[in-house]
């Protein structure tokens, strides 16, 4: 029904940038947030970001707070996630996912769908 598709991501080193980005399709498309998560090798998905679809309110886990920003476009189905000063620990497959209804929004478990996911990598 909804498909999410991330793009953006790559190979930086550590203190560079990259912007990730996520297109969402659907008939209607009207979540109560989107969010961004990542699984590095060997480790569980991990909240990293989320934003409230109809007011842009953020939430951020506290490993990425002031180095990374969520953002959406309501008009192209879109969300965004700006990461600056990356480091080697943020290496880790980044996940776009959609919740209906959920207010929790840090947990793998408020997200009806989601993204194929994209590649960070950021090398010493």
């Known amino acids: 029904q909804v498909q999410l598709v991330e793009s953006g991501g790559g190979l930086v080193q550590t203190g560079g940038s990259l912007r990730l980005s996520c297109a969402a399709s659907?008939?209607?498309?009207?979540?109560?947030?989107m969010g961004w998560f990542r699984q590095a090798p060997g480790k569980g998905r991990e909240f990293v970001a989320a934003?409230?679809?109809?007011?842009?309110?953020?939430n951020y886990a506290d490993s990425v707070k002031g180095r990374f920003t969520i953002s959406r476009d309501n008009g192209k189905n879109a969300v965004y996630l700006q990461m600056n000063s990356l480091k080697p620990e943020d290496t880790a497959v980044y996940y776009c996912?959609?919740?209906?209804?959920?207010?929790?929004?840090?947990?793998?478990?408020?997200?009806?769908?989601w993204g194929q996911g994209t590649q960070v990598t950021v090398s010493s």
């Open positions: 996912a959609a919740s209906r209804y959920s207010t929790v929004v840090f947990t793998t478990q408020a997200y009806d769908f």
């Open positions: 659907g008939r209607t498309f009207s979540p109560y947030a």
């Open positions: 934003v409230r679809w109809s007011i842009g309110s953020t």
